[in-house]
């Protein structure tokens, strides 16, 4: 019975995960999600599943049940949608069905969906991690230990040896001297490790929409770094003119007004990688959102030389994502692609709308840097 459980609940899930699979470009770009519970698990809407239900069988007819109908009408209520209006209905509601999926399943389906290939690690993964391992058996330790199987297998032998093991009667009681016990050590293995360094303009014609736009595309990026890395950190800079460090919350419902000087942000993102990150031991993921808007072509200049010299030596990837705003100029990514546009570990996106999130995911992670 358990095994036939198990086996059903298998094929729901791979049923829930072909749903969410054909439905996924719709809740990128509608960020149509209820909302992650605790932090491993995300809680999806999949309205297509039908929901189980008895019907009329044509093969009897009589006894229970007897009465109007057809063969397959479903039974308690007519298919048809209730008449609304703030009236009680008679007829049967569209069913909304919310699956819990850990982020490994959705990063898994968005990988499948978009085809994106395993990350290249970038780190040397000298930063180790230790953990015990169940390696032998001993004849101490805590009882929360104890080796039940070996336990009784001595207690057995004991009893055979000594003659006092009757088959008719197998009562085996453990003594003292046949308790076994799991025994440990502990191990250290190489834990590759990456951080994501968010930048986002925060001026004034980066409204609402766009942050929107920003805040359902880093969620994925997060979900699939995630699935990749044992170890992922995520910092938030936010700038107009000048840039500060700031937490998820704050870098997601900050509005500010003022001028624009990108590089501001990119010399605090150097400073971050050289005092926390070593290239050697980290796999930095630096991403920038903005408009296209900055202060001058001097400071667009001084953003290539930081990038240049600072940043992209020591990064897998420098990714930015141009968010089209009415008030923006856009030029900053034309003057990216001018300077830098060879240069492999540059990913530039334009981001028109939310239905642009998906290309846009694809256009970061598609290379497997």
Same mark, same amino acid.
């Given at each position: 019975?358990?095994?036939?459980?198990?086996?059903?609940?298998?094929?729901?899930?791979?049923?829930?995960?072909?749903?969410?699979?054909?439905?996924?470009?719709?809740?990128?770009?509608?960020?149509?999600?209820?909302?992650?519970?605790?932090?491993?698990?995300?809680?999806?809407?999949?309205?297509?599943?039908?929901?189980?239900?008895?019907?009329?069988?044509?093969?009897?007819?009589?006894?229970?049940?007897?009465?109007?109908?057809?063969?397959?009408?479903?039974?308690?209520?007519?298919?048809?949608?209730?008449?609304?209006?703030?009236?009680?209905?008679?007829?049967?509601?569209?069913?909304?069905?919310?699956?819990?999926?850990?982020?490994?399943?959705?990063?898994?389906?968005?990988?499948?969906?978009?085809?994106?290939?395993?990350?290249?690690?970038?780190?040397?993964?000298?930063?180790?991690?230790?953990?015990? $391992? =169940?390696?032998?058996?001993?004849?101490?330790?805590? /009882?929360?230990? #104890?080796?039940?199987?070996?336990?009784? !297998? +001595? %207690?057995?032998?004991?009893?055979?040896?000594?003659?006092?093991?009757?088959?008719?009667?197998?009562?085996?009681?453990?003594?003292?001297?046949?308790?076994?016990?799991?025994?440990?050590?502990?191990?250290?293995?190489?834990?590759?490790?990456?951080?994501?360094?968010?930048?986002?303009?925060?001026?004034?014609?980066?409204?609402?929409?766009?942050?929107?736009?920003?805040?359902?595309?880093?969620?994925?990026?997060?979900?699939?770094?995630?699935?990749?890395?044992?170890?992922?950190?995520? $910092? =938030?800079?936010?700038?107009?003119?000048?840039?500060? /460090?700031?937490? #998820?919350?704050?870098?997601?419902?900050? !509005? +500010? %007004?003022?001028?624009?000087?990108?590089?501001?942000?990119?010399?605090?993102?150097?400073?971050?990688?050289?005092?926390?990150?070593?290239?050697?031991?980290?796999?930095?993921?630096?991403?920038?959102?903005?408009?296209?808007?900055?202060?001058?072509?001097?400071?667009?200049?001084?953003?290539?030389?930081?990038?240049?010299?600072?940043?992209?030596?020591?990064?897998?990837?420098?990714?930015?994502?141009?968010?089209?705003?009415?008030?923006?100029?856009?030029?900053?990514?034309?003057?990216? $692609?001018?300077?830098?546009?060879?240069?492999?570990?540059?990913?530039?996106?334009?981001?028109?709308?939310?239905?642009?999130?998906?290309?846009?995911?694809?256009?970061?992670?598609?290379?497997?840097?």
């Amino acid at each position: 019975m358990s095994l036939k459980i198990d086996q059903d609940y298998g094929r729901f899930r791979n049923i829930v995960r072909g749903k969410i699979r054909e439905g996924l470009r719709k809740y990128i770009s509608q960020g149509d999600m209820i909302g992650r519970k605790g932090k491993d698990l995300v809680s999806i809407p999949i309205p297509q599943i039908d929901i189980p239900r008895f019907t009329f069988d044509g093969r009897h007819s009589g006894g229970v049940g007897q009465g109007d109908g057809e063969v397959g009408d479903a039974l308690g209520g007519s298919p048809t949608e209730g008449e609304g209006s703030g009236k009680a209905g008679k007829g049967e509601g569209q069913h909304m069905l919310e699956v819990d999926i850990t982020l490994d399943e959705l990063a898994d389906i968005l990988g499948q969906e978009l085809e994106l290939p395993d990350i290249k690690n970038k780190g040397q993964s000298k930063i180790r991690s230790s953990k015990d $391992r =169940y390696t032998g058996i001993r004849r101490t330790g805590p /009882e929360s230990l #104890r080796h039940f199987k070996r336990t009784y !297998r +001595e %207690s057995l032998r004991r009893a055979i040896a000594s003659g006092m093991y009757d088959k008719d009667e197998p009562m085996l009681i453990p003594q003292h001297e046949d308790k076994r016990y799991r025994s440990w050590r502990e191990t250290t293995e190489p834990v590759a490790n990456a951080v994501i360094i968010y930048m986002m303009d925060v001026s004034g014609s980066m409204g609402d929409e766009q942050k929107e736009i920003v805040r359902i595309e880093s969620f994925w990026i997060d979900t699939w770094l995630r699935r990749q890395y044992r170890g992922l950190e995520s $910092r =938030y800079i936010i700038h107009d003119a000048v840039a500060r /460090e700031v937490d #998820r919350d704050t870098f997601f419902h900050t !509005r +500010e %007004s003022g001028g624009t000087m990108i590089s501001s942000a990119y010399r605090l993102a150097a400073k971050l990688i050289d005092q926390e990150y070593p290239p050697d031991q980290w796999n930095i993921y630096p991403f920038h959102f903005s408009d296209g808007d900055n202060w001058s072509m001097d400071d667009t200049l001084s953003c290539i030389e930081i990038l240049r010299k600072q940043i992209l030596p020591d990064v897998n990837m420098f990714a930015y994502g141009q968010v089209e705003s009415p008030y923006g100029s856009g030029q900053f990514i034309k003057d990216l $692609r001018e300077h830098l546009g060879d240069d492999a570990r540059v990913v530039t996106s334009e981001i028109e709308d939310k239905n642009a999130i998906v290309n846009s995911i694809k256009d970061f992670l598609g290379k497997g840097n």
